[in-house]
């Protein structure tokens, strides 16, 4: 039987390997080529820059089972309430919340075509759609929408810098933010986590109203951005529900 290496020498190797002269370049190079979803991510980047926000398709089964929770809680007098996906990734989250409400008319929404192939090959519950766009079709309406780790950026993330304008500005956030706003009914609820901005800092928090359910203090969002782009320090955001109050 094989044993895996210890964590430590292996990631010193891993950061010795990275320092090379033409390293990074290789390793996305490599990347592309063993995995399919990171050559769909570089397709991405380069066809589909102003849509995209959070390239990376990292998701876990049953990943926020508080928020997935409270939501088949809040929509438990609905008897087939439709719900959004946006950034569904495999559909992971799709499936989670399909356990709790067997029900529900569940649409997952990704741009990239490989995450969406392998959520469709993993559900075949027909209540389940999954579609390859960066928005639903105009008209249609969720009594849930759920954007969870996609206003985020993991090039963000690995740099912190001070401001987050050249990798993903405030503004996409905001602009996504109305998008999703479009196709949410009011009276329903929109899940957000795992992200860079404030819900709180967008003209659209006046027409929410947060429910009182938090993350846990070792979830809390601490990189963080606000309407200027800058990076605020000492800043922790644990809430992740809001309840549309008004059409704008
Ligand atoms: C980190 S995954 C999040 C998966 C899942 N929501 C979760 O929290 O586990 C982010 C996903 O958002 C997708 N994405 C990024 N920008 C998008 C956009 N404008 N429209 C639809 N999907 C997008 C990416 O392709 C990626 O699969």
């Known amino acids: 039987m094989q044993h895996a290496m210890p964590d430590q020498p292996h990631s010193a190797l ?5 320092r090379l002269p033409g390293a990074p370049r290789a390793a996305h190079w490599l990347r592309c080529l063993l995995r399919p979803e990171y050559r769909e991510i570089a397709r991405l980047r380069r066809q589909a820059a102003d849509q995209l926000l959070q390239p990376y398709t990292l998701t876990g089964e049953d990943r926020y089972p508080a928020v997935f929770d409270a939501l088949a809680q809040h929509l ?5 309430p439709c719900i959004l996906s946006f950034g ?4 992971a989250e799709v499936r989670a919340l399909r356990r709790r409400m067997p029900a529900a008319r569940i ?6 075509r490989v995450m969406i192939a392998r959520a469709r090959a993993a559900d075949p519950d027909p209540r389940s759609t999954y579609v390859c766009a960066g928005a639903p079709e105009p008209g249609a309406q969720f009594d849930a929408v759920l954007a969870m780790a996609v206003f985020r950026h993991g090039d963000l993330e690995a740099t912190r810098p001070d401001s987050c304008a050249a990798v993903l500005p405030f503004s996409r956030f905001v602009d996504g933010l109305a998008m999703l706003d479009l196709h949410l009914a009011v009276g329903g ?22 429910d009182p359910l938090l993350m846990g203090e070792d979830e809390a969002l601490v990189l963080l951005y606000g309407p200027d782009d800058r990076r605020i320090d000492g800043a922790r955001e644990r809430l992740v529900l809001f309840r549309k109050l008004a059409d704008a």
Not at 14 to 18: D, G, N, T, W
């Open 14 to 18: 891993r950061e010795r390997l990275k």
């Open 76 to 80: 438990a007098p609905i008897a087939e």
């Open 88 to 91: 569904c990734s495999s559909g």
């Open 107 to 112: 649409t997952g929404l990704d741009l990239n």
């Open 189 to 210: 609820w929109l899940a957000l986590y795992n992200q860079q901005f404030r819900m709180a800092d967008t003209p659209l928090a006046a027409r929410y109203a947060a």
